[in-house]
């Protein structure tokens, strides 16, 4: 599926970003491109399912700054594939342990390069899902009550009913219910369910 991803590609070099948006697009992908880091970091929508093919040398913002800049954002997972000049391995062993997809020399090959992408296209799904499951956690944790979250933490660091009972002044039957209440409004059904649900969190 490569219509609904999208390749932003980001280059200062007109003759490569046109080259490269046109080998993209006629595999069949939505190819956007930036001559500008800036104009890529305003325009970009970390939303939509996609990678970035960055230059590593550029002015203002090279590609290693723009990496950390886009670690940065809130919400932004995108997958990142670099292009450069020249071989540089410091830099390229830099932006693999920053977690880019893969470091690529000019003039780039077509096969090593839609390798490239494919794999950041499954590192984009997965992220994605990761997150969209992370969010639905968030959000049925938000549902409980300030003390069947205390109930919810105890019994995820493994203690029993009737120790968190004696740890926040209750009946054993009392944090029973509202240890019933965390499974059905979390949708778990064990306590090793419960326990994978927080260490997500």
Excluded at 31 to 58: K, Q, T, W
Excluded at 190 to 197: E, S
Aim: charged share 25%; hydrophobic share 40%.
């Amino acid at each position: 599926m490569t219509e609904n991803f999208t390749v932003y590609v980001v280059d200062d070099d007109p003759g490569v970003l046109k080259a490269m948006c046109r080998l993209l697009r006629a595999r069949g992908y939505q190819a956007n491109p930036y001559a500008s880091p800036r104009l890529f970091l305003e325009e970009h929508d970390a939303a939509l399912p996609g990678c970035a093919i960055l230059d590593v040398s550029m002015p203002g913002l090279a590609g290693l700054e723009l990496q950390r800049e886009l670690a940065a954002t809130v919400g932004s997972h995108r997958p990142l594939v670099f292009v450069t000049g020249k071989g540089d391995i410091p830099t390229s062993v830099r932006a693999m342990k920053a977690g880019a997809i893969d470091f690529l020399t000019k003039p780039v090959n077509d096969v090593h390069l839609f390798d490239a992408i494919s794999r950041a296209q499954e590192k984009d799904a997965q992220s994605r899902k990761a997150h969209s499951e992370l969010e639905s956690i968030r959000w049925k944790v938000a549902t409980l009550t300030p003390r069947e979250r205390e109930v919810f933490a105890l019994v995820v660091a493994g203690r029993m009913n009737k120790q968190i009972a004696g740890d926040l002044g209750t009946a054993e039957k009392t944090i029973k219910i509202h240890r019933s209440r965390v499974m059905e409004k979390l949708g778990t059904r064990t306590l090793a369910d419960l326990v994978r649900m927080a260490e997500k969190l």
